[in-house]
């Protein structure tokens, strides 16, 4: 992703209070609270980048409610002015590193993840920095509700393949698998923008939704 300096992004996140959230650490236990519905299931995006997902998730499913993390300023603003074209009140973003989601949400907050496109880490010795290693998980179970899910999507094949087998050495159960999402053709599927990009390029887009055990 080009990273663009953009010194106005300060003025506009602030700005935007409406769907950016401002002290996230704050509402730690508390997200729900943060919207106009509060009963919905909380879905959460860990590197929204642009925004495409995350804002068409919302419009999507208004009985949902969304966050989506990017800890990116740059690239963030191009999500919040997204979020806010679509006039939803169900969806609000969050400029911080999902380094540990623990400091951010309390225990069983969350309903589902997303993670989209996630950056791979190729080189056995960043294997550490994948969303999908084995700490990650451990973080993703205790903000999740019992039996929460994780889906993933990805062009990236080797990232898929080390992804599926840390879900089940972690003991998770494999609900669903796509080799070719687009041929498989789902029309509740919101492709992000490295979705549409790879897909352009003729590439098959991987998808697996994944489930802690009870
Ligand atoms: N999900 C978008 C898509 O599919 O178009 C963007 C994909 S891009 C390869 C990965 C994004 O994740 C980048 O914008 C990066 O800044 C963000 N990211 C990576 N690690 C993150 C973290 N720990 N916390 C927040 N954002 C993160």
Redesign the pocket.
């Known amino acids: 992703?080009r990273l663009r300096h953009k010194p106005w992004a300060d003025d506009y996140l602030k700005e935007n209070d409406q769907v950016v959230v401002q002290e996230p650490f704050e509402w730690k236990g508390n997200w729900k609270s943060l919207f106009e519905h509060k009963d919905q299931p909380l879905h959460l995006?860990?590197?929204?980048?642009?925004g495409?997902?995350i804002a068409g998730m919302g419009k999507q499913d208004e009985e949902i409610n969304f966050v989506g993390?990017?800890?990116?300023k740059s690239?963030i603003v191009g999500a919040v002015k997204k979020v806010v074209d679509a006039q939803t009140t169900n969806t609000r973003l969050v400029n911080?590193?999902?380094?540990d989601l623990r400091e951010l949400f309390g225990p069983n907050e969350v309903d589902h993840i997303y993670l989209?496109?996630?950056?791979p880490w190729p080189k056995n010795r960043h294997e550490k920095r994948r969303?999908t290693y084995h700490t990650f998980l451990e973080q993703y179970q205790d903000v999740l509700i019992p039996g929460g899910e994780v889906t993933l999507?990805t062009d990236n094949r080797g990232l898929f393949e080390y992804s599926l087998m840390s879900f089940s050495q972690f003991g998770m159960i494999i609900e669903e698998v796509s080799v070719d999402l687009h041929a498989d053709e789902d029309p509740l599927n919101v492709p992000?923008?490295?979705?549409e990009k790879f897909s352009a390029k003729g590439q098959p887009i991987y998808r697996c939704r994944v489930r802690f055990k009870t």
Do not use: C, H
Not at 69 to 72: A, G, H, K, L, Q
Not at 96 to 99: K, L, P, T, V
Not at 116 to 119: I, Q, V, Y
């Open positions: 992703m995006e860990i590197g929204s980048g642009k495409q997902f993390i990017e800890r990116v690239v911080e590193d999902a380094e989209n496109f996630s950056d969303l999507k992000t923008e490295y979705e």
